[in-house]
Structures are given as structure tokens and as C-alpha cells.
């Protein structure tokens, strides 16, 4: 019997059976009420559920008995090796034939099937290779390059393009991943088409793993509207890593500036700015100028605002004591602050009127704060203000002067988030 | 005579009818719960990737873990001591003490060397006035932060205590009593870091911790508990957080994240007022409150479970502990819909209003009364003789074998995904898969009785009385073991 008709006539045993069974319960419950019927049907289809799933765990736990005896087989042949790659502290790079010599493998075994047989060991070699890369705290070039190399002899490296290229999401994930952690080169067209994927997930982490491992140009993602969906803090830790590492290495980084012009989503122009800050793009701060004139959203105004402050771009200084006049208070905490950091000693006014005439008790108790670290006579001038003020305001004078208040000073942190925020509206109510 | 006989049909296709309806309810929670299961495979990494990348960034946002503690003396040292383990680059422990009788806060100042320091503490949500704030001199103990505060009487004070004290931007409230796995943190914020929009809240998986062993403040070895109890509250936990919830969190309508163990925003929290020290569901309240101010607000929202996510917490072992927990419970729930019913069947709350309230409403909220008139209605027919036992046992054997047939498929659903991690011994779940056998007969019975004795103190208005529960403290292994015959977890 060929495999067609074989499979034909379990096919006709199996529909016989399923048929003569089911007309036989029919029959049997023909003159029963529905509800009845219902219920067999329901106890039937448990009863068969029950028993698959009895079989199923069962399955399942052989299948996990055998995945661990094949990880300690696979540690016993190249764990020592793995081992030694991440214990060496000098730089000593191996040769092909340290490794080929290291490897604990039956030479017959070898010729036969090879260093790994399926696909499965690959996945696991890789599995061991990277829980070891991510537990190591040094992670010096001579060890990656013993560790490529090592990949590149198990053939690793084509495997991990190949899981890329097929299987799962979460299988393309998890290649990619490692691939990237190996610091190995992947072929750009492969990450080509993963960006062009429906999966937002997939099509970031590709992206990332592209800009990481290629050139400059590569980088260009970032001046079309790449970001279609609301970028995330994911994208900024991936974003300051990338850039962390390229200005390790020495190479210039991209006008972030410009990139932020070139996004449509407010939020992920916050996302440039704030990266703005944190690698010190002074240079490039006028071009926000116009963004922080004509945008209407709060959050960005904010950003500019602190990033201005923080790389004490005094000529924007003017234009933060206008929007003073005109932003929400929360903007206008962030601008108080701005100029504090500012500190050119030409705007105590500002701040001093700011405490003055604001009616909300958080912005005056800001501006306190602010004059504090303005300038030489901040403190004198709160002296000053303290001894005139309403009796009422004394309480806001009295919160100001904890001492855990005064040792947070000066503000050096980007936004710490201060718990006495709500207290002086408590105060102020 | 014919209008009781229509009665009598009426009522008795009421009930097969919403017997059928959640069973499909069920069925369609375990395809949402899979969906989710399966989204979060490919959305979280493996735990070294996680660590690699949150631990490296600057961006990483703090936590700050707040846990209430009242007569804990038995238990807070360890406690402690176990939070301290957590894995993650940046968080405080925030330890409420609610005026306790007994040694608590001596005990922690005593071996943590605690000193009372100035703090400004921001009242940005109402509880009792706090008396003192204590930070540890040394600097092993820099996380730790403990709140003397008067006497609140709930834990819902305590909590709000901890969020006026605390300083970052999100925070994890649990259980001074809970075992957190090491990689908790991580895994939850890993959700909050990746999520495209704001995530008000993410809800972990809790489970028994009465029979596993804990060293160092951890769980080396979990094991599914020994008494009948226990057992059954795991496999109840385990359908409420790995089906039920984790549903919920698959159409973004989350309607509870356990007091036990869940993260939140805290802007969110004190913009909604904190949690409720009159109610007696106050995480089902405040999470409903975060939600209508997200949606007052117009501004977009995610709230979720996270399957692989583990804080062991020590269940009722008694019949009366388990009784007075159920009962408040059911008190808690009828707070609920009678608290928050302007948003059932409300369109304008979304999939919350229109279809998360109304299932709690009519799957959970109705399930006791019904279940308990149904028996009656069974006790009436049988003085009357109007039985049909062919029909009766037909369909009680339906009922009983779904719901076997549910637990054991949150069984391979748990086993098969690794959803809770190094449960995953074999033997563990036949026992399991047995206590899933006889839980619809001796268990169920119970927790209904409950529900509605609950909801009967609720309808007369009596008091509730909040009594916490005897902790009998957890397994721990000696350290002096040697450490190759301890059983090692594996993944």
C-alpha cells in the first residue's frame, strides 16, 4: 500500500468511525429535549479534552526531560570551551584550531554529522553562548572575538541569519537578539525586509540591530517619520546606547536637533531633545528655536526649556522669559528652571515676579527654590522676601526651609520628582 | 397553577442557560489569555536580555516597593530581607508601620539601624498622619525607607502613607508578608518601558507560598502546597490571574490588579485619589477610579497582566481564615457595583463599561445568589419529588466536568508556556490535576456560601470588621545545607 492510498484509508477508517458513533448517539437521544442533548454533547467533548490533555502533559514532560539531558550533553562538549573563552582576562586571541582542538567531540561523530547535529542543539549552543555573554561583567574585545569565532566554527553565525529569515516572530527576536549581543555582521538586506514588518516590535528591534552593526548611512532611518507609532522609553534606551557607543568609538554623532524637526509625533521630538541633553549638542540648540516658538504642545516646550537650561544656551534666555509670560504653570516651572541653570544674573526680576504674582503655590515655591541657586544674592533676596511676607506665605517659606528641602540644592537633576509638589498645594488649600 | 409551572420552566432554563453562557465565556477567556500569552512571548525577552538592557541605561525608570506592615514581628526581618533581594538598578522599600501592638518597628530598627531623619512628606493622597520617617545609617540598607504612622486599621492607609512618602514615579504595592521573585521588577517595567502608550498599572501572578521552600528570601523551591486549603485557592489563583485576568489584559480592560502585588503610576494614583480606606475592595476601587480619570481625561491608557511574573503570598489555611477573607471579599464586591455603577454598561468607559462591568454584574457578581436559589429551588423539588434524576445528574455531570476540564487546561496552559516560573515539575501538576477533580464539590460549594454571606452582611448593613490573617511563615532551608543537595530551579 503507497503512502496516498494509506493515508486514504485511515482517512475512510476514521470518518466511518467518527460517523457511526455520531448517528449512534443521535439516534440514541433522538426524543430527548435539547438540553439534554446539549449536555451530552458538552460531557463528550470534555471527557475527549480531558484525555488529550492528560496525554499532552505527559507529552510535554518528556519533552522538557529531553531538552535537559540534551543541555548537559551539549554543556559536557562545550561548556569547558564557552567557560575559558569568558575566563581569560588578557587578550588572547584564539585560532580556528584552538577551538576546533578544544572541542570535546568524538571524531567519528564528527565526520558523520557534523558539530551539531539539528537545530535544536544550534538553538541551545547559542542559548549557552548568550546566558554566558549577558553574565559577563567584562565582556573585552578579545573575548567577542574568541566568541565569533567560536560561533563561526559551529557554524552559528549562518544559522542565526537562517532563524531570521524563517520561523516565528519570537524565534526572529530571539536571533536577532543574539545576533546583536555576538556583535556579529548581519547581512543589512535580511534586516531590510524585517522593517518593512506589520509587527511594531519586530520592526524596532531590527532597526536598532541595523543601525548598530552598519555605517553611517544607516542612521538616515531616523530623518524620515520612521516612528509611525508613538515612540516609547524603549526606543530612547536603545536610541542613547547606539549613540552612547558611536561616540565611544569616536564618531560624530548626527544633528539630533534636526532629527527632532524632522519627526510629526510631539512626543518623539521630546524623545530627541531630551537626547539632545544628554550628549551635549549645544551647537545645534537654535534650531529649536522655532520649534519652541510655533509648538503648541506643553511636553515639548518643557524639553526645550530644560535642555536649553542644562547646556546653558544663554541666547534662548530672552525667549524662555517671554514664554513666562504666556505658558501653562507647569511649563513655567520648567522655564524657571531653565534660567536658574541659565545663570547669567540678568533675570532675578523675573524669577523674583514670578514668586509675586503667580497665584499657584507650586510655581512660587519653584521660583523660592530657583532663586535660591540664582546667581550670588538669590539667598539674601529670600531673605528679603521672607521678611516682608504675608503671613500666610511664611508657611510656604517654612516648607522651603527643611533641611532635606535645602539639601536637595542645587538642581542638578534633570526633573527629580520632588514629593513636596502636592504638599504645597496642601499647604496653599 | 399553570403560572407556577411556567415559573418552575422559566427558572429552570434561566439556569441552564447561564450554566452555557459561562461556559463560552470561559472558552473565550482561554482564547484571549493565550493571545496575550502569546504576545507577550514576542514582546519580552528572555530575563538576561531584560537585565542587560534596563540595567545598562540611565533611563531605566525608579520604583518604589510600599509595604504596609502591622504584628509582622514573626515574619519582618525576613520580609525585608526579601525585598532587599530584588533584582533592579534603582528602587526603595517604603515599610508602613500602621501603629503596630507588637515589635515591628523596633525589630527593623534594631537590625537595620534606623534613624529618624527630617522628610517633607507630600499628603497627596489621605491617611492617618505619619508620625516619624526612619532611614537606615548604614549604607547596605540605603533602599530602605520605614513610615511610623498613627493607626489606620486597614492597609489601604498604609498604602496611601507609602505614596506620600514615596519619590518615584511608579510604585509596587504589596504585601510585607509576599515572596517577590528577583526578576519581578524587571519584567514589569520592562512592560511599562516598551509600552507605546502611558501604562497606568501591570498586574503580576500570585500564587501559594504555603509549602515552598524559601532561603535567603527566596524561593528556591516551589512546591505545590500540602493541605486541601491551600491547594485549592492555588488552582483558583491560578484561573483567576492566568485566565481571567490575563484575558482582560489581552482587550486592555483589566478591571482589578491585586493588592497583593501590582505596579502603578503614580501620577494616575494620587490624580485618582489613592486608594479607598473605607472600601473593602480597595484595589478593584482605585484601579476603577484610574481608569475613569483616564478616560474623563481623554487620555489613552493601558493596564496589564504579566503571566510570568511571581509574588508568593500565604494563603488561609483554615476554614475560618478562608470564610472571613471570602466574606469580605463578597462585601467588596457588592461595594463595587453599587460604588462604581454609573460605569456599567456605560459606553463612554469603553470596553470597561461596556463589557468588563457587566460580566463581573452577571458572571460573578449574580453567580452565588443564582447558584444558591438553584439549590434551594433542588432542596423544594425534592420534598415535592418533582426530580428528574436522569435529566439532574446529565447535566450536573456537564457542569462538573467543564470545570475540571478549564483547570486542567490552565494546567497545560501553565506548564506548556512556563508561565509561572520552576513550577514546573510534573508531579506538581497531577496533584494539580487531581485537586481540579474535587475542587467543584468540596470548594466551590464553600466559596459560594461565602459570597453570599457576604453579600447578605452587606444588604443588612453590618460592620465589617478587618482582621488580618495567622500567618504561619513559610518553609526555609537552613543555610548550612550543602548547597548540591538543594534541588536547583530550572527554566
Redesign the interface.
Known amino acids: 500500500m503507497d503512502s496516498v492510498s494509506a493515508l486514504s484509508y485511515y482517512y475512510n477508517l476514521i470518518t466511518t468511525y467518527v460517523t457511526y458513533f455520531w448517528t449512534y448517539y443521535r439516534d440514541l437521544f433522538r426524543d430527548y ?1 435539547y ?2 442533548k ?3 454533547w ?2 463528550l467533548w ?2 475527549f ?2 484525555i488529550v ?2 496525554v ?3 507529552h ?2 518528556y519533552k ?1 526531560t529531553k531538552r ?1 539531558e540534551l543541555r548537559k550533553k551539549l554543556e559536557g562538549r562545550f561548556g569547558r570551551l564557552l567557560d575559558s573563552i569568558f575566563a581569560c582576562d588578557v587578550y588572547n586571541p584564539m585560532s580556528r584550531e584552538d577551538i576546533k582542538n578544544a572541542i570535546d567531540i568524538d571524531p567519528e561523530r564528527l565526520a558523520k554529522y557534523g558539530y551539531l547535529r539539528n537545530d535544536e542543539q544550534r538553538r541551545m549552543v547559542c542559548r549557552m553562548a ?2 554566558r555573554l ?2 559577563d561583567e567584562v565582556a573585552g574585545p578579545s573575548r567577542t572575538k574568541n566568541l565569533q569565532l567560536f560561533l563561526n566554527v559551529l557554524g552559528l553565525q549562518n544559522f542565526l541569519e537562517k532563524e531570521i529569515t524563517r520561523g516565528s ?2 524565534r526572529k ?2 536571533a536577532m ?1 543574539q545576533a546583536r ?1 555576538f556583535k556579529l555582521y548581519m547581512n543589512p538586506w535580511l534586516l531590510n525586509r524585517l522593517m518593512t514588518s506589520p ?4 520592526r524596532r528591534v531590527a532597526m536598532y540591530m541595523s543601525v548598530m552593526s552598519s555605517s553611517d548611512s544607516e542612521l538616515a532611518y531616523f530623518e524620515t517619520d520612521f516612528f509611525d ?6 526606543d ?3 536610541l ?2 547606539i549613540l552612547n557607543r558611536r561616540r565611544n568609538a569616536g564618531m560624530k554623532l548626527p544633528n539630533l536637533a534636526h532629527w527632532a524637526e524632522l519627526q510629526k509625533k510631539d512626543y518623539t521630538k521630546c524623545m530627541f531633545v531630551r537626547l539632545m541633553r ?1 550628549f551635549d549638542q549645544r551647537e545645534y540648540c537654535a534650531q529649536l528655536e522655532p520649534m519652541f516658538r510655533e509648538s503648541k504642545h506643553k511636553k515639548l516646550i518643557e524639553e526645550i526649556a530644560r535642555t536649553w537650561g542644562y547646556l546653558s544656551y544663554t541666547e534662548g534666555e530672552q525667549l524662555l522669559v517671554e514664554a513666562l509670560l504666556t505658558q501653562p504653570d507647569d511649563t513655567k516651572v520648567a522655564i524657571l528652571h531653565a534660567i536658574t541653570r541659565m545663570d547669567t544674573g540678568k533675570n532675578q526680576r523675573v524669577i523674583v515676579d514670578t514668586y509675586r504674582y503667580n497665584r499657584n503655590p507650586h510655581v512660587r515655591y519653584e521660583a523660592l527654590r530657583c532663586l535660591w541657586n540664582y546667581s550670588d544674592d538669590g539667598k539674601e533676596m529670600i531673605e528679603v522676601l521672607e521678611q516682608r511676607a504675608h503671613p500666610e506665605d511664611k508657611k510656604l517659606f517654612a ?1 522651603f526651609r ?4 535645602l539639601s536637595r540644592m542645587p538642581l542638578n537633576k534633570e526633573q ?8 504645597v498645594y ?1 499647604i496653599a488649600n | 397553577m399553570s403560572t407556577w409551572i411556567t415559573i418552575y420552566y422559566l427558572f429552570c ?1 434561566l439556569i ?1 442557560g447561564y450554566s ?1 453562557a459561562i ?1 463560552a465565556s470561559y472558552l473565550l477567556f482561554i482564547l484571549f489569555s493565550r493571545s496575550a500569552q502569546a504576545g507577550q ?3 519580552m ?2 530575563d ?2 531584560i ?4 540595567k ?6 525608579a520604583v518604589s516597593i510600599i509595604a504596609p506592615a502591622y504584628n509582622e514581628e514573626k515574619t519582618i526581618i525576613d520580609n525585608v530581607n526579601s525585598l532587599m533581594q530584588i533584582d533592579y538598578p534603582d528602587y526603595e522599600i517604603i515599610i508602613v508601620n500602621d501603629a503596630s501592638s507588637d515589635h515591628t518597628l523596633e525589630l527593623l530598627i534594631e537590625n537595620f539601624e534606623m534613624v529618624e ?8 493622597v489621605p491617611s492617618k498622619p505619619i508620625k516619624r520617617v526612619l532611614k537606615s545609617t548604614n549604607p547596605n540598607f540605603s533602599k530602605l525607607v520605614v513610615v511610623d504612622k498613627e493607626r489606620g486599621g486597614r492597609k489601604s492607609d498604609g498604602s496611601n502613607a507609602g505614596i ?6 511608579y510604585f509596587v504595592c504589596t504585601d510585607v508578608d509576599c515572596v517577590i521573585e528577583p526578576m519581578a521588577l524587571y519584567r514589569m517595567m520592562w512592560l ?6 502611558p501604562m497606568i498599572g501591570v498586574s503580576a501572578t500570585m500564587l501559594m507560598s504555603n509549602g515552598c521552600v524559601v532561603e535567603d528570601g527566596r524561593v528556591v523551591e516551589a512546591r505545590v502546597p500540602r493541605s486541601i486549603l491551600p491547594m485549592f485557592q492555588q488552582l483558583e489563583y491560578m484561573r483567576s490571574f492566568l485566565i481571567s485576568k490575563l484575558g482582560w489584559s489581552f482587550i486592555n480592560s483589566l478591571p482589578n490588579i491585586s493588592g497583593g502585588f501590582g505596579l502603578f503610576d ?1 501620577d494616575v494614583v ?1 490624580k485618582s485619589g489613592g486608594y479607598d480606606n473605607t472600601s473593602m475592595a480597595e484595589d478593584v476601587d482605585m484601579l476603577l477610579r484610574m481608569i475613569t480619570y483616564m478616560r474623563n481625561s481623554g487620555k489613552p491608557y493601558r493596564v496589564a497582566q504579566v503571566a510570568k511574573v511571581c509574588c508568593w503570598t500565604e494563603g488561609p489555611s483554615s476554614l475560618q481564615a478562608i470564610y472571613r477573607q471570602r466574606v469580605r471579599w463578597a462585601r467588596g464586591l457588592f461595594e463595587i457595583v453599587s460604588h462604581h455603577w454609573k460605569l456599567f454598561f456605560n459606553p463612554y468607559y469603553g470596553v470597561v463599561g461596556i463589557f468588563t462591568l457587566p460580566f463581573i454584574f452577571i458572571f460573578e457578581f449574580i453567580a452565588p445568589m443564582l447558584e444558591i436559589s438553584g439549590f434551594f429551588f433542588m432542596v423544594w423539588l425534592l420534598f415535592i419529588g418533582g426530580i428528574n434524576w436522569g ?1 439532574a445528574a ?2 450536573f ?2 457542569i462538573y ?2 470545570s ?2 478549564m483547570c ?2 490552565l ?2 496552559f501553565d ?2 508556556t512556563e508561565a509561572v516560573p520552576w513550577y ?1 515539575r ?1 508531579r506538581s ?2 496533584h494539580l ?1 487531581l485537586a481540579a477533580m474535587i475542587e467543584p464539590i468540596i470548594y466551590h460549594p464553600l466559596i459560594t456560601y461565602c459570597s453570599n454571606v457576604g453579600y447578605f452582611q452587606f444588604i443588612s448593613g453590618q460592620t465589617a470588621v478587618w482582621k488580618p490573617i495567622q500567618r504561619t511563615g513559610v518553609k526555609k532551608r537552613e543555610k548550612e545545607k550543602p548547597a548540591n543537595n538543594a534541588p536547583t530551579p ?1 527554566k
Open positions: 429535549p438540553e439534554v446539549t449536555a451530552i458538552v460531557i470534555s471527557l479534552l480531558i490533555i492528560f499532552r502533559l505527559e510535554i514532560g522538557r535537559d548568550y546566558e549577558m553574565r516572530t519570537w527576536m530571539k537578539t549581543a509587527k511594531v516590535r519586530l507609532k508613538n515612540s516609547c522609553i524603549y530612547e534606551i536603545e542613547g546606547y544628554r516648607f527643611n533641611p532635606l528641602t527629580a520628582y520632588h514629593p513636596s509638589v502636592e504638599t496642601n | 432554563y441552564f452555557l461556559m512571548r514576542v514582546d525577552p528572555d538576561d536580555t537585565r542587560y538592557q534596563l545598562g541605561s540611565p533611563l531605566t525608570p531623619v527630617p522628610y517633607d512628606v507630600a499628603m497627596r506620600n512618602v514615596c519619590s518615584n514615579k511599562v518601558v516598551t509600552s507605546h502608550v503614580l494620587v435529566t446529565i447535566v455531570g456537564m466536568l467543564f475540571v476540564l486542567l487546561f494546567l497545560l506548564y506548556n514546573n510534573r501538576y497531577w490535576a530550572t
